[in-house]
């Protein structure tokens, strides 16, 4: 009874143990080089607009932009673009009960483990497999989350799905899967 610790305590390192990542991976936005090249032109038409219709009064072409509008297009360009720019990235987490994927820009993952039936290393190129856009598709069915990654991790669910998460240490990322899923899952995953 003496070595045991006081329920508040057991509460807390159990709290503390579950919002404790066994594995976490970031990927920058930054890295990728069609994004920068993106927030670069995306930011100097921010500036150029502001300046040129803003400040300097000038119609851009044929339009006469009044100064409101100018700033109100100008500025989230010419800030919030390269401030996003680097600040975003793809977050994956391993925890004891789940894998969570923050991509940093539309969509986030949130999957219990209990829900994941197969884990697949995959050190193929994986950038052009998965996130096929069918007109007249109801659900789609295999969600890739990858940012400047080419090899990943498939995890198959109960329904069927599979979700296909793009590492640069893939078999580190499939490891700590194995380990928050128990020794039984370890033999069962392929690569």
């Known amino acids: 009874m003496a070595n045991q610790r006081p329920l508040a305590t057991r509460g807390a390192a159990r709290y503390h143990n579950a919002m404790t990542p066994l594995y976490r991976e970031e990927q920058l936005y930054r890295e990728l080089p069609p994004f920068t090249l993106l927030v670069i032109v995306g930011t100097l038409f921010g500036w ?29 360009f010419g800030l919030i673009l390269p401030l996003a720019y680097g600040r975003l990235s793809m977050t994956t987490e391993v925890f004891a009960d789940r894998i969570v994927v923050h991509n ?22 994986i950038r052009g497999d998965y996130n096929i856009r069918n007109i007249g598709a109801v659900a789609n069915t295999r969600t890739a989350y990858v940012v400047d990654a080419n090899q990943g991790v498939q995890l198959e669910v109960r329904d069927g799905r599979l979700f296909l998460i793009g590492s640069r240490q893939p078999e580190a990322l499939a490891a700590a899967l194995a380990a928050a899923r128990g020794p039984g899952t370890a033999a069962a995953e392929r690569g």
């Open 48 to 76: 150029l607009l502001v300046i040129w219709a803003g400040l300097l009064g000038r119609p851009i072409g044929q339009a006469d932009l009044p100064v409101p509008v100018a700033l109100a297009i100008g500025l989230p």
């Open 104 to 125: 940093g820009m539309s969509s986030n993952l949130s999957l219990p483990l209990a829900n994941v039936v197969d884990v697949v290393v995959r050190t193929d190129d």
